[in-house]
């Protein structure tokens, strides 16, 4: 039986395990991901990790600045591919999801429609959902919205943070990618239309809405502060410095006014809305994270005070 002709685009490492058994069982065609960055104090370009394993696998690399690139749309076009696999990359122009024989698809880190947009993990945690997955579907204009292939279901734990819950979700990725190339090169798909009456929003993450509101209850920072590490990190304001928080502790005690804190026993109490909140996890400025206990053997503060 012949193989389909594939192209794989995406950037991090999450699509890296997917990249590699794509090509693996069927062989990948051309990969295209992002140019190189600049990074470090040398701002030594940095290929990424997709990059890093197509040159591996020996397969052909493109890094077009524009997605509408004539020259990409060109060779993909000489390509002439069944499909297209995106896994974690940006948004593709209809000159290059319409040239496939077959469909071009994306994995998204959600059960859509639920988490439409560019953190769906992050979101998931942070609002303290308590399954989730991932979801393949038919790319089309409108981002996120295309008809859904195949889905794959996680349970989100307490405990569990987004940067657990991504490395879980990884490898479903690659096995998903699979099952959905199998099937839409067997044709025996039937997509199923989203339903925008289930449909939220997982927005970009940024400095703006990812501060700590300690108005909220205990359970919601809990979740937020999880949700968000270890990346790009929940942060709060201790003695006029941005301090980075990885994780925290859900009390049984409701004696601190929200934002309040005390420090006694080895430990850095605040209080919220409803229930107090012990921080475990912090990075202070310019320095690499570490436990409280830690953190508090050098704090120069108050014993007591409010967080901004």
């Known amino acids: 039986m012949t193989k389909p002709k594939i192209i794989f685009m995406g950037t991090p490492e999450f699509a890296v395990p997917a990249l590699e058994v794509i090509h693996t069982k069927y062989g990948i065609s051309a990969v295209v991901t992002v140019p190189d960055k600049p990074k470090g104090r040398g701002l030594k370009l940095i290929p990424s990790p997709v990059k890093e394993k197509a040159l591996e696998l020996g397969i052909e690399v493109m890094q077009p600045e524009k997605l509408k690139d004539e020259a990409l749309i060109d060779r993909i076009k000489s390509i002439s591919p069944d499909i297209i696999v995106v896994i974690a990359f940006r948004i593709l122009p209809r000159e290059l999801y319409s040239i496939p024989k077959i469909a071009s698809f994306n994995i998204h880190g959600s059960l859509l429609p639920k988490y439409r947009g560019a953190a769906p993990i992050n979101h998931a945690v942070m609002n303290g959902e308590t399954r989730t997955g991932l979801t393949s579907f038919i790319l089309q204009d409108k981002v996120d919205t295309g008809e859904m292939l195949l889905t794959s279901e996680v349970e989100i734990t307490e405990s569990m943070t987004a940067g657990e819950l991504h ?44 501060i700590i509101n300690w108005d909220l209850p205990a359970e919601k920072i809990y979740n937020f502060i999880r949700g968000l590490s270890p990346h790009p990190t929940a942060w709060t ?72």
């Open 167 to 210: 490395d879980m979700l990884m490898p479903m990725a690659a096995d998903l990618s699979i099952s959905t190339i199998k099937m839409l090169f067997e044709g025996n798909f039937m997509p199923q239309i989203q339903d925008e009456s289930l449909a939220c929003p997982a927005p970009k993450l940024t400095k703006e809405n990812t």
């Open 237 to 308: 304001i201790i003695n006029g410095e941005q301090h980075k928080i990885l994780g925290s502790e859900k009390l049984d005690t409701n004696f601190l006014d929200a934002g309040n804190y005390t420090i006694e026993k080895k430990k850095f109490i605040v209080g919220t809305a409803y229930g107090d909140l012990s921080i475990k996890h912090i990075q202070p400025p310019n320095k690499k994270a570490m436990l409280i206990n830690d953190f508090l053997n050098g704090f120069r503060g108050n014993k007591e005070g409010k967080l901004e």
